[in-house]
Structure formats: C-alpha cells, structure tokens
C-alpha cells in the first residue's frame, strides 16, 4: 500500500513539468486558478485514478484468468481478451460510437466473446481445458483481431485518429468523463471477483475435487467470466490494450502471500495498479518531453516476466 501511495505521488508530480509537493498541496487544498493548479486537478489528478482504476481492472482480471483456466500465463493481453475489447470499440468508432460512455458496451462485448471463445477452443477435445492449448488459442485469436482492428486503422486513418495513441495503451487526456462511467463497473467486477475467492481455490484441484468438496462449478465459471469481461472491458475502454499486468501482478502477489486466492485478490488490487503508474511515470520521463505510452513501457518489463515465467519449471501449472 505504501508503494500504492508513492508510486500516485510520483504521478501527480512527475511530467513536462515537475511540480513540488507545496505546488501540489496549494492545487489540491486552496486552488486559485493558477496554471501549476489546472496541471494537477484537470490533469494529472484524473491521468493518476484511471491508472489505479484501470491497474485494479487488470490486475483482478489477470488473477482470475489464471485461477479459472488454471493457466499460469493467463493474461487479458495474452489470451485475446484485450484485443476482443478493442475491435469492438473500432467497430464502434466506424458506427459512430466515440464516446467514452459508448465505449463500454463494446468493450464488454468485445471482452465477453473473446473469453468465451478462447476458453471453448483451449477446452474442446479430450481432458477439458489445458494451459497450453488456451494460451496457443489465444495468442491466435489475439492476433487475427489485432490484425483486423489494425487493418480498419489503416483504410480510414482519418477516423481513427484519435484511437492511434489510445490504441497503444495510454491515459494521456483521460479525464473524469472517461474515469467515473467506468467505476461502477470496476467496483462490480471488484465485488464478484473477491465473491469467487473460496471457490476458484476449490477449483484448482481439478473439477471433481471440487464438486466433491461442494463448489459449484457451473456458477463460478459464469461469475468469473462475467467478471474478467467487465474488468478488461473497463480498462480497455480507459486506456485501450495494455498486455502483460495481468500477468505480472497475481504473480507477484502469488510470490508474497502463497496460492490462496482470497489473498492473491486483494494484493494484486494492490500491485497492479502500483506497476501501471511506475510504468506511466517511467513512460513520461523516458523521452522527455515526449512521452512512451504506458502500454509498450509494460511489455517491455512485461516481456522478460513471461520468458522467466515459461523457463520456470513450474510454468505448465498453478
């Protein structure tokens, strides 16, 4: 939690203009108009909570995929769901939906099909669904919808525009019109991912352990998946794709607190959105007075996270 409270610090100070804590105090406490303020309240103040809000999106996101596929590479990003989410939202764009309010219910269905169509292809054959065949299934499914929302970028650039640097991951220009429509849905996904806790651990002892020990299966796969599909559909709609911290994050938390889910939850509720805003800071400061998108600062930590991950010997299980 601390680094939670550093790492936002970091970002309301850090930027094109670097702001003391008495500048940040004096915008947040007694505004007067001035412009080091209007930088801090319409901002970086809004820049920082979408970047919590959708850290907290991705990280739950993540740790759910990776206890309901019991796959250790579970990741919106990985398994397809973060470019589901896009393509519907460019498909909204091209029928004129290009509101951040009209985001979400492409987004969500973007999100929702890709779940489901990523877990049927991973599950389908003999033995149910394997981490192997889900990720495959994903990283495939991924693709071809990155290809197809890249291809309908490049026929019409001029509508499209405005998606280029929302395409790559970014909350540059995320103000509270794009922040406070999103919440309610986080803090819906927060509260049915925290719910599932006891029973995604029962299922990961395979099914029949956990039918034996009464977990209802059919009804946490469907709380899960509605979950994951509001979680990364939020934060799609925020920030657009951003891969790889919901991978990192559960992992993280896995590391501290052991495999039980109803600490794996809250901890990476925790590091996830600490790793999007150092990611953003870094993404800042990096080329200043440029900035990176925080979405390729990830995969670029992310990257050597998922190659130490599959070289463990431990990787093909949870």
């Known amino acids: 939690m601390v680094a939670l409270v550093v790492a936002a610090g970091l970002s309301v100070a850090v930027g094109s203009n670097a702001l003391s804590p008495a500048e940040i105090w004096h915008a947040l406490a007694t505004p007067d108009g001035a412009v080091t303020d209007q930088i801090v309240r319409d901002l970086r103040v809004p820049r920082t909570i979408a970047a919590v809000v959708a850290g907290v999106a991705l990280g739950l996101a993540g740790a759910l995929i990776q206890a309901f596929t019991r796959n250790p590479l579970g990741d919106p990003g990985i398994l397809g769901v973060d470019a589901g989410a896009a393509l519907f939202v460019a498909i909204g764009v091209v029928l004129g939906a290009v509101t951040a309010v009209q985001f979400l219910p492409w987004a969500f269905g973007g999100a929702l099909l890709v779940t489901v169509a990523v877990y049927a292809i991973g599950g389908a054959g003999r033995g149910g669904p394997d981490p192997v065949r889900l990720t495959l299934a994903g990283v495939a499914?991924?693709?071809?919808?990155?290809?197809?929302?890249?291809?309908?970028?490049?026929?019409?650039?001029?509508?499209?525009?405005?998606?280029?640097?929302?395409?790559?991951?970014?909350?540059?220009?995320?103000?509270?019109?794009?922040?406070?429509?999103?919440?309610?849905?986080?803090?819906?996904?927060?509260?049915?991912a925290l719910a599932c806790a006891r029973s995604l651990n029962s299922l990961g002892l395979g099914d029949e352990l956990a039918s034996s020990l009464g977990t209802r299966l059919v009804r946490t796969r469907v709380l899960s998946i509605a979950a994951i599909t509001v979680l990364a559909g939020s934060a799609t709609a925020i920030a657009g794709p951003i891969a790889f911290v919901g991978l990192m994050a559960p992992h993280v938390a896995r590391w501290i607190v052991g495999p039980d889910q109803r600490?794996?939850?809250?901890?990476?509720?925790?590091?996830?959105?600490?790793?999007?805003?150092?990611?953003?800071?870094?993404?800042?400061?990096?080329?200043?007075?440029?900035?990176?998108?925080v979405g390729i600062v990830t995969a670029f930590v992310g990257a050597p996270v998922l190659i130490a991950l599959v070289r463990r010997a431990r990787a093909s299980s949870l």
């Open 263 to 293: 600490w794996i939850l809250p901890y990476t509720m925790v590091i996830a959105p600490t790793v999007l805003l150092v990611s953003d800071v870094i993404g800042r400061v990096i080329l200043w007075p440029s900035e990176v998108p």
């Open 141 to 192: 499914v991924g693709a071809v919808l990155m290809g197809v929302t890249s291809a309908m970028m490049l026929l019409d650039p001029v509508t499209f525009a405005r998606l280029r640097g929302w395409n790559a991951g970014s909350f540059v220009e995320r103000g509270w019109d794009v922040i406070l429509p999103v919440v309610p849905f986080v803090g819906c996904g927060v509260v049915v």
